[in-house]
């Protein structure tokens, strides 16, 4: 069984930029959801997408925004990138029944550095 | 609001030693508690979880937490470190019926030789 993977590994940006992360979920997960971890910080929860629509969202602006596709992988998009967005982002998913955040699988992360 | 307080963001024992991760949180309504391991350049690996049934919950690797709500805590344990346990530790809350995750701001354990 495939664990849920994401791409790239590591991505350099300038500021000013936009990003495009990939999570694709482990077979028969139907519930995404993304964090943000800062250099020596827990994660950040940023938005949940559960059956192609956002449930759930934290404290981060509206150029953070988010996809699911109908085979439940998802993208985060990031849009005008500034430095302090220099993080290791994380896939999360979830298999049906399971509520949200009782079991959340999570992806090694994407390494995004911004310049 | 959940939180959750990770006191100690660095520790260290001995090979052989007592593991003590201390974790205290904060929520609302009866919460959901988490433990999870990062090594370094990987994602999060769950160890354990609890989520009201026993209060003694056994997880991976040896490690076991116990949720003490007159405490408000979910401290993880192991009886003996391993050098393979060197990694940073994330404790966890999510209050019933939330969508998110809110973490600590972890706990990096060094094991001596």
């Known amino acids: 069984e495939t664990g849920v993977t994401q791409s790239p590994t590591h991505l350099i940006k300038t500021r000013g930029q936009q990003v495009t992360l990939r999570c694709s979920s482990q077979?028969?997960?139907?519930?995404v959801s993304w964090y943000q971890q800062a250099l020596g910080q827990g994660p950040q929860f940023i938005f949940q997408?559960?059956?192609?629509?956002?449930?759930g969202r934290g404290n981060f602006p509206p150029r953070f925004s988010g996809l699911q596709f109908p085979n439940y992988s998802s993208e985060l998009n990031v849009n005008a990138l500034e430095l302090d967005d220099s993080a290791l982002y994380l896939c999360a998913s979830s298999p049906p029944g399971s509520r949200g955040a009782y079991e959340q699988y999570f992806g090694p992360g994407t390494r995004l550095t911004v310049t | 609001a959940q939180s959750v307080t990770q006191l100690g963001s660095h520790v260290s024992v001995s090979e052989g030693a007592l593991v003590l991760l201390r974790c205290n949180y904060s929520s609302s309504v009866p919460p959901y508690l988490f433990w999870y391991v990062q090594y370094p350049n990987q994602g999060l690996q769950l160890l354990l979880k609890y989520t009201s049934a026993a209060t003694l919950v056994k997880g991976i690797n040896g490690f076991e937490a116990e949720f003490k709500k007159s405490e408000t805590s979910f401290h993880l344990t192991k009886p003996s470190a391993h050098m393979s346990d060197a990694a940073e530790y994330f404790c966890a809350v999510c209050e019933g019926g939330n969508e998110k995750l809110t973490f600590g701001t972890g706990t990096r354990l060094t094991i001596i030789p």
């Open positions: 997408y559960y059956r192609e629509e956002e449930n």
């Open positions: 077979s028969g997960h139907n519930t």
